[in-house]
C-alpha cells in the first residue's frame, strides 16, 4: 500500500467517532470468523445504535467505503445501523468485547463509565473551538491518561474521535423563537 494511501486512511480513521473502538482481544473470538468462505477477503463488522442516514450512519458508511477502496476489495465492511447488533451503546462495547462485531461507535457517556477522564468531553464550555478540541486530542495527556487506560481495561483499542455536535438545548417550557438562535440551530447538530 503507497504512502497515500496509507495516509488516507489514518486520515478517516482519525476522524472516525464519538469513539470508534475496534476489538482487540483476540482472546474473545475466533480469528477464521472473520475470513469470507474463500479465505482471502477479511470480513469486518461495524455497529452503532443510530437509526440509516444519521451522521454516525454515514460515518460508518464512508468508513466502508474508504477501507474496502484502500484495500483493493481485500475487506469487506458490513454496516449494521440501528441497533441490529445490540440496542444500546451499553451492549455495543459489550458486543466488541465479546467479538459479536469488530468496529462500532460509543458516545463518551459510556466510555466514562469504564474510565471516567472520557466525561471531560462532557464539560460544558471546556473547550473553547474545534481546534482546541483537536489539539487536546492529539496530545499525549489525552492519550497517555484516557484511551491508555481505557485499552487496558477493555481490551478494545480506540480508533479515533468525532464530535457530532457542540450544542444541547433542552426547554421544557416552550419553543425558542430567537433569530439568533435559529442561526445556529441551523449551524450545528442540535440534540
Known sequence: MNI????????????????????????????????SAGGDKIVIRTSHVTQEGSVIDKTHKKFK????????????????????LGSTDDDTVEGMRAGTFEVGSAPTLVLSNTVPQFAIFDFPYLFRNNDEVKAFVESDVYQNEVVKPYEEKTGLKVLGNYGIGWMQVLNAKRAIKDPAFEKYRQEFCVM
Open 4 to 35: 497515500v494511501k496509507r495516509f488516507s486512511l489514518l486520515l478517516i480513521v482519525s476522524l472516525f467517532a464519538v469513539l470508534l473502538v475496534a476489538c482487540g482481544s483476540e482472546d474473545s473470538k475466533d480469528k477464521s470468523s472473520n475470513k
Open 65 to 84: 467505503e474508504v477501507l474496502e477502496e484502500l484495500s483493493d476489495g481485500k475487506v469487506e465492511v458490513q454496516v449494521y445501523p440501528a441497533g441490529q
